[in-house]
């Protein structure tokens, strides 16, 4: 059985087809992770987390510090699996034992295309973690590149816009110029 989480680990969509017994998908290695929380941490194994999910893998699977596949892709920036995880319902919701969403995660990482499909997909731009901090003041204080933080800046205008337009017209109307000159704040 660790030899299917280890080829699924690995990428190798040869052994892992030629290993797979539908009662070992969600079976636990020594480290107590699945084939698919293993293979979520390597962007070039697309292919076989596509073919884990196809066989009844359990999307939201947890490892010992509550990680999913979709945190753990987010974290090492496996965009495509990323996109496969949220295809397959993954709750883009769920924290870990840090607090961290898939969001934060990403954030936290410089990983630009993966918080791009994020927010997206609706990933909460206003999440914190457990020292309260929200992905835009992370990437703020990592000193991550301009356009992480003016993408999560506009985003997080965004939902402000969204969340405050239908209760008073005059708050969108009035704060129009402080999400466009919230940039001089953080430079």
């Known amino acids: 059985m660790s030899d299917f989480v280890k080829f699924a680990e690995n990428g190798n969509l040869d052994e892992v087809k030629r290993l797979f017994q539908p009662k070992i998908i969600n079976t636990r290695d020594k480290e107590n992770d ?8 390597n962007c070039n194994a697309t292919n076989v987390v596509s ?13 010992l510090i509550d990680q999913t596949p979709l945190i753990i892709a987010s974290q090492h920036g496996c965009k495509d699996i990323v996109e496969l995880l ?10 870990n034992q840090q607090g961290e969403t898939a969001l934060i995660s990403a954030t936290q990482e410089g990983h630009i295309d993966v918080v791009k499909i994020l927010l997206d997909t609706g990933a ?31 985003n997080l205008c965004v939902f402000s816009r969204k969340a405050f337009s239908s209760i008073n017209n005059d708050y969108t109307n009035n704060n129009n110029n402080n999400c466009n000159n919230i940039s001089t704040h953080f430079e």
């Not at 699945?34 to 941490?41: E, V």
């Not at 949220?86 to 769920?94: G, T």
């Open 34 to 41: 699945t084939a698919l929380l293993k293979a979520s941490q």
């Open 51 to 63: 073919f884990l999910l196809e066989n009844g893998a359990d999307v939201d699977d947890r490892d």
């Open 86 to 95: 949220l295809k397959a319902d993954s709750n883009i919701k769920h924290k």
């Open 124 to 154: 909460d731009v206003n999440e914190q973690n457990a020292e309260g901090e929200t992905p835009l003041m992370l990437a703020i204080n990592l000193r991550h590149k301009k356009e992480l933080v003016d993408l999560l800046r506009m």
